[in-house]
């Protein structure tokens, strides 16, 4: 299942329900890099995952036909020129089939040209968004495309539906209240604002806002506490979900984070995230 480059013919595509893609891409991001390391830890990860969920009964390999497609090669010397190569990817190679995409990244300026691309076939569209950070800036360090602006990008080009958008899990000194981040028609829920409590209320709310609209989702890692998935870009404790024995642990629970501020993400925080990243990736083919 899995390829570190296409081998196959694009139609057979058309064949599936799903599919797997990889963006190695971190040359947009503003502190750590390796996030380009990101598809191949997850499909290591994926070597071990089980077809039979236990908790919700479901079984997407029995229902769906899903592949991975392997990773697009794109220019990791020019972050724009990376981009023209991710729209393109998807513009001609994934989107003209019926076939969700399930993206593996890759830091977050990617969403950029993937929604670019699937502006070409279905027009704006609603947009899940869970993370740390809103990544809506103007710039960063002068450049207009970045790990930090593609959700500010895609609003200026029509890509979002800003009355159907919603971002769940801010934290830290990147969402400070009554920042100029935040974008006219966008709803946000801070990280504190999901704590000790069931999301099932809050996530019924956003199947009434985007309606029949399509929908992109968007889950960066720096959602979870990094205690849990340390192979992040930006590092910021706690996490969105929150219980009472992570109050009682502090952040992060029972398990220590080790990593020291300004240190390369390892080989352990790549895996430990990568792990979080297959049961995400999973838990949404089993809600389709």
Same mark, same amino acid.
């Given at each position: 299942?899995?390829?570190?480059?296409? =081998?196959?013919?694009?139609?057979?595509?058309?064949?599936?329900?799903?599919?797997?893609?990889?963006?190695?891409?971190?040359?947009?991001?503003?502190?750590?890099?390796?996030?380009?390391?990101?598809?191949?830890?997850?499909?290591?990860? @994926?070597?071990?995952?089980?077809?039979?969920?236990?908790?919700?009964?479901?079984?997407?390999?029995?229902?769906?036909?899903?592949?991975?497609?392997?990773?697009?090669?794109?220019?990791?010397?020019?972050?724009?020129?990376?981009?023209?190569?991710?729209?393109?990817?998807?513009?001609?190679? %994934?989107? !003209?089939?019926?076939? %969700? !995409?399930?993206?593996?990244?890759?830091?977050?300026?990617?969403?950029?040209? %993937?929604?670019?691309?699937?502006?070409?076939?279905?027009?704006?569209?609603?947009?899940?968004?869970?993370?740390?950070?809103?990544?809506?800036?103007?710039?960063?360090?002068?450049?207009?495309?970045?790990?930090?602006?593609?959700?500010?990008? @895609?609003?200026?080009?029509?890509?979002?539906?800003?009355?159907?958008?919603?971002?769940?899990?801010?934290?830290?000194?990147?969402? =400070?209240?009554?920042?100029?981040? /935040?974008? !006219?028609?966008?709803?946000?829920?801070?990280?504190?604002?999901?704590?000790?409590?069931?999301?099932?209320?809050?996530?019924?709310?956003?199947?009434?806002?985007?309606?029949?609209?399509?929908?992109?989702?968007?889950?960066?890692?720096?959602?979870?506490? !990094?205690?849990?998935?340390?192979?992040?870009?930006?590092?910021?404790?706690?996490?969105?979900?929150?219980?009472?024995?992570? /109050?009682?642990?502090?952040?992060?629970?029972?398990?220590?984070?080790?990593?020291?501020?300004?240190?390369?993400?390892?080989?352990?925080?790549?895996?430990?995230?990568?792990?979080?990243?297959?049961?995400?990736?999973?838990?949404?083919?089993?809600?389709?």
């Amino acid at each position: 299942m899995c390829a570190a480059r296409q =081998l196959l013919p694009f139609n057979f595509l058309s064949c599936l329900d799903v599919c797997f893609v990889g963006i190695p891409l971190d040359i947009g991001t503003s502190f750590r890099s390796g996030t380009r390391h990101g598809p191949r830890q997850i499909r290591n990860e @994926s070597s071990i995952i089980g077809a039979f969920n236990c908790s919700t009964g479901a079984a997407p390999f029995e229902s769906l036909q899903i592949a991975d497609i392997g990773d697009i090669n794109l220019n990791l010397y020019d972050l724009k020129q990376a981009c023209n190569d991710i729209r393109e990817f998807y513009r001609t190679k %994934v989107l !003209p089939y019926n076939c %969700v !995409p399930l993206t593996m990244g890759g830091d977050h300026t990617l969403s950029y040209p %993937v929604l670019q691309a699937i502006k070409e076939k279905h027009g704006a569209v609603g947009m899940v968004h869970i993370d740390a950070h809103p990544d809506t800036l103007g710039t960063m360090m002068g450049k207009d495309v970045a790990h930090g602006t593609p959700f500010l990008r @895609s609003v200026e080009e029509g890509l979002l539906d800003c009355n159907k958008v919603i971002t769940i899990g801010l934290r830290g000194h990147a969402a =400070l209240p009554g920042g100029d981040w /935040k974008v !006219p028609g966008f709803r946000y829920v801070y990280a504190q604002d999901c704590w000790y409590k069931s999301l099932a209320p809050l996530m019924e709310d956003v199947r009434q806002q985007m309606g029949d609209t399509p929908v992109y989702i968007s889950f960066d890692i720096d959602a979870l506490d !990094p205690a849990y998935a340390p192979g992040t870009v930006l590092q910021f404790r706690k996490g969105v979900w929150e219980n009472k024995n992570t /109050k009682k642990w502090g952040s992060g629970g029972r398990v220590k984070n080790t990593r020291q501020p300004g240190k390369q993400n390892t080989e352990a925080d790549w895996e430990s995230s990568a792990t979080r990243w297959r049961y995400i990736l999973v838990a949404t083919l089993q809600q389709r």
